[in-house]
């Protein structure tokens, strides 16, 4: 039976993973979920497996060298997947210094925590040892409004947000690990997720929420900024291909084929709440397109991300299967069966985020 640890498995992605891995594989794996439980992360996004036989949870920071490498030593772990970090671009420009802490000293104690467990005496590491490190397309920076440039695993790396950078760096750590050590990981850069359990100071499930209490809906800019969207159980099932059938030491794109500008995005989730909300519902007259309000940019806005996802689907066979206008139907309605979920995640410090952010 393998033993995977999954670093950051009580966030958004991270979550759906484990829920992924779960449905997929059942009782042939164990999973190890190491979480420090910043704002981010939520044992409630775990609740229905938390009693498995196979589920450990784990609180721990992965800056803490001693918590790791005891995990590691008290158990015989096969596959690192690796998702903790602070994610949120907007509170990078904040306050960047948690992000260097965590997403590259956080990379960097992952990396030597299995590294220390893995290499055997003469330097080589033991057999079917794999770790693979979830980043982001933001490393490559903006690309201009012009359909016909993507990014692709050669793109030059060239991040601008303090996020972007320190994922960057840690990107650059496990490529370093890998050409030094050969070290037997993977590294992901992926587009933007949605979906289920995502915390409500990212796009999408601000908008739902906003809009189905009839709050403004604030876009930056001009609103015309792309991003290319994919169904999170998507990426899930991409980085367990990556991680099983993936060439050691390569990095993989991961994107939705999916552009879309900012407010087209709020536009076709208003139609979608419109349609989905039965007659007669309160909140059907407050979601009105009168909501959307135009803001202040962000500082250093990126203008489009896309991702060419042709090495993952020629080498791999994963290609990206949840439509837009699927997904965003099954991620709201998840978000109508899951009122409690929203009203415990945005009670006390988001309101605090919220008011500061948007004032
Ligand atoms: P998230 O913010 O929802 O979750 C991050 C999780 O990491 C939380 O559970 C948090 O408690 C945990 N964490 C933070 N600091 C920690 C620390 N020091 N020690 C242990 N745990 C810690 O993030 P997400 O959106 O699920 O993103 C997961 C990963 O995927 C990140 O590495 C992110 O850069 C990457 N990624 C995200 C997207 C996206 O669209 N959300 C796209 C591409 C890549
Ligand atoms: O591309 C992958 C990245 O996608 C991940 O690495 C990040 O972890 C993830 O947060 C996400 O970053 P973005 O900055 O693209 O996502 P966000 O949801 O914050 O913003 C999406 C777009 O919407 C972006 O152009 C900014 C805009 N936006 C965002 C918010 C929160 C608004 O116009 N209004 C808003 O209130």
Known sequence: MRTY???????????????????????????INVDVLTYAGNLENLKDIEDRDNYTFVKADICDKEAISK????????????FAAESHVDRSIRNPEVFVNTNV????????????????????????????????DEVYGSLPDDDTAFFYET?????????????????????????????????????????????????????????????????????KNVRDWLYVEDHAKAI?????????????NIGGHNEK???????????????????????KELVSRDLITYVEDRKGHDRRYAIAPDKIKEEIGWYPE???????????????????????????????????MYK
């Open 5 to 31: 640890l999954v670093t950051g498995g009580a966030g958004f992605i991270g979550s759906n993973y484990i829920h992924y891995m779960f449905k997929k594989y059942d009782n042939d794996i164990r999973i």
């Open 155 to 223: 793109s030059p790396i060239d991040p601008h947000s303090p996020y972007s950078a320190s994922k960057a760096s840690s990107d650059m750590l496990v490529k370093a690990y890998i050409d030094t050590y050969h070290f037997p990981a993977n590294i992901t850069n992926c587009s933007n997720n949605y979906g289920p359990y995502q915390f409500p100071e990212k796009l999408i499930p601000l908008i739902i929420n906003n809009a189905l209490q009839g709050k403004k809906l604030p876009v930056y800019g001009d609103g």
């Open 105 to 136: 000293l956080g990379t960097a104690v992952m990396l030597n925590c299995a590294k220390a467990a893995w290499e055997n005496e003469d330097g080589t590491f033991k057999e079917d040892k794999k770790f693979l490190h979830v980043s982001t």
């Open 240 to 252: 367990d291909m990556v991680q099983e059938q993936g060439k050691l030491g390569e990095r993989y």
């Open 261 to 283: 500008q900012n407010i087209e995005i709020i536009e076709i989730i208003l139609d979608t709440l419109q349609e989905m909300l039965p007659e007669g519902d309160p909140r």
């Open 322 to 356: 949840t439509m837009f206008k699927d997904g965003i139907k099954l991620t709201i309605k998840w978000f109508f069966e899951n009122e409690d979920w929203m009203k415990n995640v945005t009670s006390g410090d988001y309101q605090k985020y919220y008011a500061e």
């Open 71 to 82: 995990i590691f030593s008290e158990n015989d772990i096969d596959r690192v997947v690796h």
